[in-house]
Nanobody, 126 residues
Framework: QVQLVESGGGLVQAGASLRLSCAASGRTSPYVAGWFRQAPGAEREFVAAITWSVRNTYYADSVKERFTISRDGAKSTVYLQMTSLKPEDTAVYYC????????????????????WGQGTQVTVSS
């Protein structure tokens, strides 16, 4: 199992930037780590993913060019740098991890991830 702890959420104005962190720990490293978000009344949706070893990155269309996912190997931490934030980015952001291989076409499928963090709230005011 991989334990995940998110941090870095908060209340910001539209156009601001915010960086979320996800500290991973456990006996094994993930194969892939991802960020998902869930707004009130909505389903949890994919934001971005990164493969642990090769560091290939994948993004939802809604956040491309604004969000960047990265990984610090020494700290076993995954980051989500968010810029040009919009009110529609308001949600609880969750870090997720999958321990073994699965195809990149499925990285946006929340049901394919094994481990989840507790979530961190991001609120963007207009």
């Amino acid at each position: 199992q991989v334990q995940l702890v998110e941090s870095g959420g908060g209340l910001v104005q539209a156009g601001a930037s915010l960086r979320l962190s996800c500290a991973a720990s456990g006996r094994t490293s993930p194969y892939v780590a991802g960020w998902f978000r869930q707004a009130p009344g909505a389903e949890r949706e994919f934001v971005a993913a990164i493969t642990w070893s090769v560091r290939n990155t994948y993004y939802a269309d809604s956040v491309k060019e604004r969000f960047t996912i990265s990984r610090d190997g020494a700290k076993s931490t995954v980051y989500l740098q968010m810029t040009s934030l919009k009110p529609e980015d308001t949600a609880v952001y969750y870090c997720a991890a999958r321990r073994d291989y699965f195809p990149s076409a499925a990285y946006s499928d929340r049901n394919r991830y094994d481990d989840w963090g507790q979530g961190t709230q991001v609120t963007v005011s207009s």
